[in-house]
């Protein structure tokens, strides 16, 4: 199973919205509506931003959203923030019944 | 709020075999879903495996055969075991809960395990 594919590295000013990409296969991101987004900071374990595609967990800024189109997955940070800089990472369920994350992005707030 | 504490050697030799220990604390291991994932250095994420509350278990197929996940619901903890390691197994290891086996909701700190001689 390989890794879904994201950009390496955003970047944004505070204020402006990024969208990061999360790209898959019919087998993982396009057949399943259980896409998730991570925010990890340096030297922190990784906080969970999104699931189910587009839903936020008690505690998560409404700046952040989730959405898919086919294959690939999008989070969009609006309004972004000086705390918002971490690496964000995507998963998916795939039709193997594992679990797959993305390579992961570096976020830069300029 | 859950929590999780991993536990284990940081250092394993080349060929032995990686046992690592999740503790859970605030919340019971016999409901939701329980995964291993790690993180080599500087680098991404990869799920390791889980187990479900009813027992069943899957690894990504890459690991299948060297790795076991366990629950010890007596000790409310589970567990990981990675036989014949080697370098490229050398990585940050979190343990992890899930409300469902696609979403990560809890992560413990992580714990460095060196595959070195």
């Known amino acids: 199973q390989s890794a879904l594919t994201q950009p390496a590295s955003v970047s944004g000013s505070p204020g402006q919205s990024i969208t990061i990409s999360c790209t898959g296969t019919?087998?993982?991101?396009?057949?399943?509506?259980?896409v998730s987004w991570y925010q990890q900071h340096p030297g922190k374990a990784p906080k969970l931003m999104i699931y189910?595609?587009?839903n936020r967990p008690s505690g998560v800024s409404s700046r952040f959203s989730g959405s898919k189109s086919g294959n690939t997955a999008s989070l969009t940070i609006s309004g972004l923030q000086a705390e918002d800089e971490a690496d964000y990472y995507c998963?998916?369920?795939?039709?193997?019944?594992?679990?797959?994350f993305g390579g992961g992005t570096k976020l830069t707030v300029l | 709020q859950v929590q999780l504490q991993e536990s284990g050697p940081g250092l394993v030799k080349p060929s032995e075999t990686l046992s690592l220990t999740c503790t859970v604390s605030?919340?019971?291991?016999?409901?939701?879903?329980w995964s291993w994932i790690r993180q080599p250095p500087g680098k991404g994420l990869e799920w390791i495996g889980y187990i479900h509350s009813s027992g069943s278990t899957n690894y990504i197929p890459s690991l299948k055969g060297r790795a076991t996940i366990s629950v010890d619901t007596s000790k409310n903890q589970f567990s990981l075991r990675m036989t014949s390691v080697t370098a490229a197994d050398t990585a940050l290891y979190y343990c992890a809960r899930g409300t469902k086996m696609a979403i990560i909701n809890d992560w413990g700190q992580g714990t460095l395990v060196t595959v070195s001689s």
């Open positions: 019919s087998s993982d991101v396009g057949g399943y509506n259980y």
């Open positions: 605030g919340g019971s291991i016999s409901t939701y879903s």
């Open positions: 998963s998916s369920y795939t039709s193997s019944s594992i679990l797959v």
């Open positions: 189910d595609v587009g």
